[in-house]
């Protein structure tokens, strides 16, 4: 059980490309869903958290108009990068977690993003 | 700022060897912590998790790990490593202000290669 389905795994796309990535829970209910960006050889940075049927909470840093999250149900929250650059590119991970202070994230497969 | 560190980058054992990963948190309150494993090709998956109780837990696949509160530490062993283990190791932790959200912050990872 517990499984997170993301869509898709890997996009290549031209500068100035807006680019959806879909992230669903399969098999569970999610209020809360993740979305993290890994660079190569390094940790995994929360980009915001994501809670359905309310605005997404952006970490420091994190350009809300560039990385548009969309949480419309409890089984799917969207990451759109709106006028992608080759900076963009890089490896976009979503979790989703049960409701409950003793539960564990379970994380999609990633999204290898990569902007020519 | 809270921060998770890892201080193995990049391990390299032969299989039936122990194992020992060490991670350290920066937090004054209180935390819940864990230990992700990411396979070759695969998505993160949690090894194991610590919220309270007996600071010794143990995982799936013959993992454990031991909250030391008074280093701030929160290391992951294995008395015999196989060759299976090789995967990438992360450890995260969730401060207790962040427990309804679920928020983890990761350390940068290890690279465990076991070799037959």
């Known amino acids: 059980g517990a499984v997170v389905s993301q869509h898709p795994s890997r996009v290549i796309c031209k500068s100035g490309t807006s680019v959806k990535i879909e992230c669903r829970s399969l098999?569970?209910?999610?209020?809360?869903m993740f979305w993290y960006r890994q660079f190569p050889k390094q940790s995994l940075m929360l980009m915001a958290t994501?809670?359905?049927?309310?605005?997404?909470?952006?970490e420091q840093g994190v350009e809300k108009d560039k990385f548009l999250i969309n949480h419309a149900s409890l089984t799917l929250s969207t990451l759109t990068v709106t006028s992608a650059h080759p900076e963009d590119s890089s490896f976009y991970i979503c979790s989703a977690r049960l409701p409950g202070g003793d539960q564990p994230q379970h994380f999609g497969d990633g999204t290898r993003l990569s902007i020519l | 700022a809270q921060s998770v560190s890892q201080h193995n980058h990049h391990v390299i054992l032969s299989e039936a060897a122990s194992l020992e990963l060490g991670c350290n948190y920066s937090?004054?309150?209180?935390?819940?912590l864990f230990w992700y494993v990411q396979y070759p090709g695969q998505h993160l998956q949690l090894l194991l998790k610590y919220f309270s109780g007996d600071p010794l837990v143990k995982g799936i696949k013959g993992f454990e790990a031991e909250f030391i509160k008074s280093k701030f530490s929160f290391n992951l062993r294995k008395p015999s490593v196989q060759w299976s283990d090789t995967a990438e190791y992360f450890c995260a932790v969730t401060p207790h202000g962040s427990s309804n959200t679920g928020k983890l912050i990761f350390g940068q990872g290890t690279t465990l290669q076991v070799k037959p």
């Open positions: 994501s809670n359905e049927g309310s605005k997404a909470t952006y």
């Open positions: 937090y004054g309150g209180t935390v819940n």
């Open positions: 098999d569970f209910q999610a209020t809360t």
